[in-house]
């Protein structure tokens, strides 16, 4: 199977403009999801990693860290769209993209791995990464909702096939005698969705010229266009086991974040 790993990088950002470039604990932010890239590659997989971007001081800062990349339009509405303008120009077409941000520079990399593995054991139309809340987790992202209501994504899914069921903002599922589930386990039933994607080859070239579905509009999320087409998606269990846990890093208060967060977890890769 040949992947092809795509880390969108864009130059342009209302908040912090240049951000592949912005230090992190004295690595740039696209250095180290390179490096994340590039520490699920290893051994004997068929994959290649490419940054995609629209600018010359990104691509300059690639050729000196020693990865490939590709020019892509300024005009790419979504990663989505730029890592499609990257993979339509490679000389061999992949079997699977996976869709690695280059504002995610604390994503463990056997989540990448897992996402490789899962689309190599049963293709599906897309993969994505979910971890299962603890209780405390849960409580956690229920408090943060009565003040930022559509933070933190929730998945439902069959957990034999992994064959997602629906996403959302609002936490999912409702359940009845909550009680009686704390007292028998740890963890709730309730899934948070990590916003990675892995993507067929032929569900890259179609997504982007896909109707933006009505659910996708009211809720905010790109993956239910897939959903609301009638294509497959297989959720992919994955824990942090303790590593820091972070998303996107939008703002220079999000770069505080993430350097507090390697001085105390350490960085993940050694």
């Known amino acids: 199977m040949r992947t092809v790993i795509v880390i969108p990088a864009r130059y342009g950002s209302t908040r912090l403009p240049g951000k592949p470039l912005a230090l992190i604990a004295g690595q740039t932010m696209l250095q180290r999801v390179v490096q994340i890239a590039q520490a699920a590659a290893k051994g004997n997989r068929d994959i290649e990693v490419v940054v995609a971007t629209d600018d010359e001081r990104i691509a300059k800062h690639a050729g000196e860290i020693g990865v490939a990349h590709v020019m892509t339009p300024e005009s790419c509405p979504t990663g989505t769209d730029r890592a499609q303008a990257a993979v339509a120009q490679l000389k061999v077409r992949p079997d699977f993209v996976l869709n690695l941000q280059g504002d995610a520079p604390l994503t463990p990399p056997d989540f990448v791995s897992a996402m490789i593995d ?18 405390e987790q849960l409580d956690k992202l229920r408090e943060s909702k009565k003040t930022t209501p559509f933070s933190g994504t929730t998945a439902t899914f069959d957990e034999k096939t992994g064959l997602a069921f629906w996403f959302s903002k609002n936490i ?6 909550e009680a009686d589930l704390r007292a028998k386990s740890p963890l709730s039933p309730v899934w948070r969705h990590i916003g990675l994607y892995g993507y067929s080859s032929a569900m890259l070239e179609k997504f982007p ?38 998303s996107g890093v939008d703002s220079p208060e999000d770069i505080a974040r993430a350097e507090a967060l390697i001085a105390k977890h350490g960085e993940l890769l050694p």
């Open 172 to 177: 999912l599922p409702a359940m009845r005698k």
């Open 118 to 135: 899962a689309f190599e054991k049963e293709p599906a139309d897309l993969v994505t990464p979910v971890t299962q809340l603890s209780w």
């Open 209 to 246: 010229s896909l109707p933006e579905g009505k659910f996708e509009k009211l809720e905010g999320l790109e993956q239910l266009r897939v959903l609301e087409h009638g294509f497959r998606i297989r959720c992919v269990a994955v824990d942090y086991a303790g590593r820091a846990n972070m």
